[in-house]
């Protein structure tokens, strides 16, 4: 239950987290945009600061960049690239998360395996002591996952509509002081007129007399009103005049629109002090805008008179209410004194002016809209680096006994059980490398294939960790062990024998086995002398498969595995926990596995309970072919075909996404593989296209942020909007 509502309110987080980049870059901008505009505060025109504060609005409202391919890398490392991975946190948490994993069945749940490792009885126990809380058969939950996947993205949707509905409040409450007759004055008509004609505005605008407001002021984007207290009816023609003058400019200007625009951007970015501030400069901008638009109608000795009746509604503006002072046009006294100096001011010019946002924009436009990627193979790159790169490699040859791989010998009479021989990391920096083949990223390692078909494991940034691997046949690292294979035969009679290597390129256990598995939940299945169980990470044969024949993975502390030809559960003390009654089955994945009996498939929780019958779901189609089998569940949903097509379905067995194409994988880490007119690329939960078709084939899901692809006969790998990290698929 607890895990279906969770499930349910996800969709906040990718939001939240989408919100949370905007305001870093958001905030960036507008301080960039604030100093500016204090250095160039009296020589460009109130017009062009708000032009330059639209920039900042773009930069709240506006995840995206736009990709330009270059030969040079020219901002691929700047700091908004680094803020740019804040969205994908939610993508990337769940990689820990049980009910959010990899959909690979392979995938390894890092932070619950460091647990079983160092003590699996601790850690069956843990899960036992969770299930208690939670719906029966589903997995322990991360406190850090709920936190920043959850706690935080809801604080944040609690504080928008907390701050919409205030708003929409205020703006109620204004329109129904509105709502009132038009007050009808021949004195006030006559001087509103003229003041229209000055700014050749043609639009019915009524006058409002009402109490709501201390400050004359203009409201209404579509039924403008200007709202003035009964006080304003004893001042001067010349008063009322340079009052509406400036609401008017206020209208002509459309700054009643971008106010509101600014409501709205403050109630998503409520959370950010620095937002809240840049909002107070721009509405200062705003008036400032509305005064040099005014005063143009008025001589020097009328501008003084205007500038006497600003002072003056001053006073009132300090009474103001939170809500009427942001819903409509109003100032505070600090920036009244520079207004009045603006207005006695010379005439901006308007060439500094645009000059001015034209250089901003550009800079900030190239800075935050935009981003390389290097189409070459880091030619400039390595050519910036070479020095740097000649002394790493004179330190490399000064040092060559000491870093020199080693390679084991192979040959029918070496010692087994020799652990001296071992390889040595060989770090040789960034490189763009020519892939032909490349495995998913775990524990921060992946096996690739180089343009010579040596197999050799990178990190994330490209780097040589493991090469002359011992053998390595490109596994993944879990527990920090990956499976190796060595032939111990002779040219003419080749004898495999499997081991397994650690992140320093060493033995840690040795080629014994005849058959192995990866490492997943703290155990592998092997096989020796005709005799199959389970290992741990020491090497220790902890317990016996039920059959003669390499079992499948533990995961989540059960494993399926065949018994009398039929399939069922056990756990890592041997101990039947699902009875062998189905004739297949998978591995337990976010709580769930599939299984079938009797022609039907069916999803069941970790005490055999049934939770999910496929059957029932209209257009199934289970069985007819191996791609018709059900997937694991990953990210909330799982794959099944239906009516000649791919869908996803819940964890309550409703369909929540159709598939449009003729291929399709399971989610991960948010996104899915998808096959369309020859090309494979990436979708979203919601089915839009993530990633373009452009690819030749996956190579592997997201994990850890990365996916291997293949195109052009090369491989690589992408993170999630499609950018190259790693390899050259050009």
């Not at 680094?82 to 969205?87: A, P, T």
């Not at 126990?125 to 935080?152: F, M, P």
């Not at 107070?280 to 638009?293: N, S, T």
Request: net charge negative; hydrophobic share 35%.
């Amino acid at each position: 239950m607890f895990q279906e509502i969770l499930s349910k309110i996800y969709f906040i987080s990718p939001l939240f987290y989408k919100v949370l980049y905007m305001t870093i870059v958001g905030s960036l901008v507008g301080i960039i945009v604030y100093f500016i505009r204090n250095l160039f505060d009296k020589k460009i025109s109130g017009k062009w600061k708000c032009i330059m504060w639209c920039i900042v609005l773009l930069a709240l409202v506006l995840p995206i960049r736009f990709e330009i391919k270059t030969n040079k890398l020219t901002m691929q490392n700047t700091v908004v690239d680094k803020i740019e991975e804040i969205k994908y946190i939610p993508s990337t948490l769940v990689e820990t998360n049980e009910f959010n994993d990899s959909s690979n069945v392979e995938a390894n749940e890092n932070l619950d395996i460091q647990k079983e490792e160092s003590n699996d009885f601790i850690e069956n126990q843990d899960i036992a002591e969770t299930q208690e809380n939670i719906d029966k058969g589903y997995a322990k939950i991360n406190l850090k996952n709920i936190v920043l996947n959850y706690i935080l993205p809801g604080i944040w949707l609690v504080g928008v509509i907390a701050f919409i509905l205030t708003f929409l409040s205020g703006i109620r409450k204004i329109s129904k002081k509105n709502s009132r007759r038009e007050y009808r004055d021949e004195r006030l008509s006559s001087i509103l007129e003229k003041c229209k004609a000055d700014l050749e505005i043609k639009r019915k605008i009524k006058i409002i007399l009402q109490d709501y407001k201390k400050v004359p002021s203009i409201f209404g984007i579509f039924n403008p009103v200007i709202l003035i207290k009964k006080d304003l009816l004893n001042e001067s023609d010349e008063t009322i005049q340079y009052i509406f003058l400036h609401e008017l400019s206020h209208y002509k200007r459309k700054d009643i629109l971008f106010n509101f625009c600014l409501l709205l951007v403050l109630s998503i970015h409520w959370f950010n002090p620095i937002v809240w501030f840049l909002f107070k400069k721009i509405r200062q901008d705003m008036e400032i805008g509305a005064d040099e638009l005014a005063s143009k109608k008025l001589n020097k000795e009328e501008k003084k008179q205007y500038g006497m009746v600003l002072i003056n509604l001053l006073r009132n503006s300090m009474q103001e209410n939170y809500t009427a002072s942001m819903l409509c046009m109003s100032d505070t006294g600090k920036n009244m004194e520079r207004r009045i100096l603006m207005i006695k001011g010379k005439t901006k010019s308007i060439v500094l002016s645009v000059l001015v946002v034209v250089i901003v924009f550009g800079i900030i436009a190239g800075f935050v809209f935009v981003k390389t990627s290097n189409t070459s193979q880091n030619a400039d790159v390595l050519e910036n680096n070479s020095e740097e790169n000649q002394e790493q490699n004179e330190e490399v040859t000064n040092e060559e006994t000491v870093n020199e791989t080693k390679v084991i010998e192979e040959s029918s009479n070496e010692n087994n059980n020799s652990k001296t021989q071992s390889n040595k990391i060989t770090k040789v920096g960034n490189l763009s490398l020519n892939l032909t083949g490349c495995e998913f990223f775990s524990e921060g390692l992946a096996w690739v294939a180089d343009d010579n078909n040596n197999g050799l494991y990178i990190d994330k940034e490209g780097n040589r960790i493991i090469e002359g691997n011992n053998g390595a046949i490109g596994t993944t690292f879990r527990n920090g062990l990956a499976r190796a294979v060595k032939d111990i035969g002779n040219n003419s009679n080749h004898i495999y024998k499997y081991g397994f290597i650690n992140k320093n390129g060493e033995i840690a256990i040795d080629f014994i086995y005849d058959d192995a598995f990866d490492f997943l939940d703290g155990l592998a299945p092997v096989e020796k002398d005709g005799k199959a169980g389970f290992i741990d990470t020491k090497g220790n044969w902890v317990l016996d498969a039920p059959e003669e024949k390499i079992p499948n993975y533990f995961s989540e502390g059960l494993c399926g595995t065949f018994k009398n030809n039929k399939y069922g559960f056990i756990d890592k003390q041997g101990n039947t926990v699902i009875d062998f009654i189905y004739n297949t089955g998978s591995m337990f994945h976010e709580g769930l596995a599939w299984v079938e009996k009797d022609g039907k498939y069916y999803y069941i929780d970790k005490e055999g309970n049934i939770v999910i019958d496929i059957s029932t779901i209209p257009g199934i189609e289970t069985g007819k072919s191996e791609e018709s089998y059900p997937n694991v569940f990953s990210d909330g949903l799982a794959l099944i075909r239906r009516n000649g097509k791919y869908a996803y379905i819940d964890k309550t067995g409703n369909v929540v996404l159709e598939s449009p194409y003729s291929k399709a994988g399971s989610f991960s880490e948010g996104f899915a593989w998808s096959y369309k007119d020859g090309k494979y690329g990436f979708i979203d939960k919601q089915g839009n296209v993530a990633v373009d078709f452009e690819y030749d084939s996956i190579q592997s899901d997201f994990s850890e942020g990365l996916a291997g692809v293949e195109k052009n006969g090369k491989c690589g790998y992408i993170n999630y909007d499609g950018t190259v990290i790693i390899g050259n698929l050009k």
